[in-house]
């Protein structure tokens, strides 16, 4: 996507309590459309199971050893489509890099981007956007950015940015069959209320772009915290209570209305999704707080297989000897797990 200058990201942004985010991303034109690239071979034939995986990479900071991962890791030897959030283009932070492409190119995929925010904190970002992205083996279609109900401004978070959260709609080519697949990242900083209205906002643009007997397949960071992101009060005394906490880390639909609204709107997330712990948030004593935030939700797709591979560099035992994944010394690829779902049509 082109770039826009510091100068005017800031004028646009300064914009922001005048007028609001909405109507200040509206003027832009990187966040209407989506960028797209088809870059792979078109498969011959569709195998009897497709694999999907959701996977936050955290920016793309560790941008060589997270396509390491994606190629050397055996539970993603076979994957199909990816619904990855959080990626950068242009940021200081992951090299300056465009990171969907890179990731697209170096593991023969093809992808749909989109804006999420645009962030104004660093000038020396060559564009600093911020955004998701749908990697598929298969060829994309179409693809539409759709920006979600504000719930949390950030433009006065010390993260200050232009933008919205943001689902990808798209429809893929699955020799001759369409299919939707849908990337979809909801607001950490908010409440059950605030994701579900956001979550609602996606399953409608699905029903005004297939039709029902059209599988579909939504993959994603919920932020599923089971609490208000923004309440840091709130989820430390939950985390300092471990009887409670462990119960709503078993029981997230109760907490979490986006879980059964899934179901109302004719979708299915149990068999799908993870059933351990998918990211790990920092708490003030050095250690992690334990959350299932990522989620696939499906219809028209049964589930064959499903799992969950950790990013702790601990974990990774099967980086092959010299590549930059072997040789990583930090902590963590990423605070997010990957998880996967291998599915066919139901």
């Given at each position: 996507?082109?770039?826009?200058?510091?100068?005017?990201?800031?004028?646009?942004?300064?914009?922001?309590?005048?007028?609001?985010?909405?109507?200040?991303?509206?003027?832009?034109?990187?966040?209407?459309?989506?960028?797209?690239?088809?870059l792979?071979?078109?498969p011959?034939?569709?195998?009897?199971?497709?694999?999907?995986?959701?996977?936050?990479i955290?920016?793309g900071?560790?941008?060589?050893?997270?396509?390491?991962?994606?190629k050397?890791?055996?539970d993603?030897?076979?994957?199909?489509?990816?619904?990855?959030?959080?990626?950068?283009?242009?940021?200081?932070?992951?090299?300056?890099?465009?990171?969907?492409?890179?990731?697209?190119?170096?593991?023969?995929?093809?992808?749909?981007?989109?804006?999420?925010?645009?962030?104004?904190?660093?000038?020396?970002?060559?564009?600093?956007?911020?955004?998701?992205?749908?990697?598929?083996?298969?060829?994309?279609?179409?693809?539409?950015?759709?920006?979600?109900?504000?719930?949390?401004?950030?433009?006065?978070?010390?993260?200050?940015?232009?933008?919205?959260?943001?689902?990808?709609?798209?429809?893929?080519?699955?020799?001759?069959?369409?299919?939707?697949?849908?990337?979809?990242?909801?607001?950490?900083?908010?409440?059950?209320?605030?994701?579900?209205?956001?979550m609602?906002?996606?399953?409608?643009?699905?029903?005004?772009?297939?039709?029902?007997?059209?599988p579909?397949?939504?993959?994603?960071?919920?932020?599923?915290?089971?609490?208000d992101?923004?309440?840091?009060?709130?989820?430390t005394?939950?985390?300092?209570?471990?009887?409670?906490?462990?119960?709503?880390?078993?029981?997230v639909?109760?907490?979490?209305?986006?879980?059964?609204?899934?179901e109302?709107?004719?979708?299915?997330?149990?068999?799908?999704?993870?059933?351990?712990?998918?990211?790990?948030?920092?708490?003030?004593?050095?250690?992690?707080?334990?959350?299932?935030?990522?989620?696939?939700?499906?219809?028209?797709?049964?589930?064959?297989?499903?799992?969950?591979?950790?990013?702790?560099?601990?974990?990774?035992?099967?980086?092959?000897?010299?590549?930059?994944?072997?040789?990583f010394?930090?902590?963590?690829?990423?605070?997010?797990?990957?998880?996967?779902?291998?599915?066919?049509?139901?």
């Amino acid at each position: 996507m082109e770039a826009i200058s510091y100068e005017e990201r800031v004028k646009l942004g300064n914009l922001v309590p005048l007028l609001g985010q909405a109507e200040v991303i509206s003027r832009i034109p990187q966040y209407q459309s989506c960028e797209v690239q088809n870059l792979a071979e078109v498969p011959a034939e569709s195998p009897e199971t497709l694999k999907h995986v959701v996977f936050n990479i955290e920016r793309g900071v560790t941008l060589n050893e997270t396509i390491d991962f994606l190629k050397m890791c055996p539970d993603l030897a076979d994957m199909d489509i990816i619904y990855a959030n959080e990626l950068d283009d242009g940021a200081v932070r992951s090299g300056q890099k465009n990171v969907a492409f890179e990731i697209g190119k170096a593991i023969g995929m093809n992808y749909a981007y989109a804006v999420e925010f645009i962030e104004l904190v660093n000038p020396e970002d060559s564009k600093g956007f911020h955004g998701n992205a749908l990697f598929s083996r298969w060829p994309i279609k179409w693809a539409k950015a759709v920006h979600l109900p504000e719930a949390y401004n950030w433009y006065f978070d010390r993260q200050k940015r232009i933008g919205m959260r943001l689902g990808i709609v798209c429809a893929l080519d699955i020799c001759g069959k369409e299919v939707g697949a849908v990337c979809v990242h909801l607001e950490n900083r908010a409440d059950s209320a605030g994701r579900a209205a956001q979550m609602a906002a996606i399953y409608d643009v699905i029903d005004q772009n297939f039709a029902k007997d059209v599988p579909v397949m939504i993959g994603g960071d919920l932020n599923t915290n089971t609490f208000d992101g923004n309440n840091v009060q709130e989820f430390t005394a939950l985390y300092q209570d471990t009887d409670k906490f462990a119960e709503r880390l078993n029981e997230v639909e109760k907490y979490e209305g986006v879980l059964p609204q899934a179901e109302y709107r004719g979708y299915s997330y149990r068999e799908f999704s993870s059933t351990e712990g998918t990211r790990r948030k920092p708490m003030p004593n050095g250690e992690s707080m334990v959350l299932k935030l990522d989620w696939l939700i499906a219809r028209g797709w049964e589930c064959r297989e499903r799992g969950t591979i950790s990013t702790e560099t601990k974990d990774i035992t099967w980086a092959e000897p010299g590549s930059a994944l072997a040789e990583f010394t930090g902590k963590e690829l990423s605070d997010h797990n990957a998880c996967w779902a291998k599915c066919s049509f139901a």
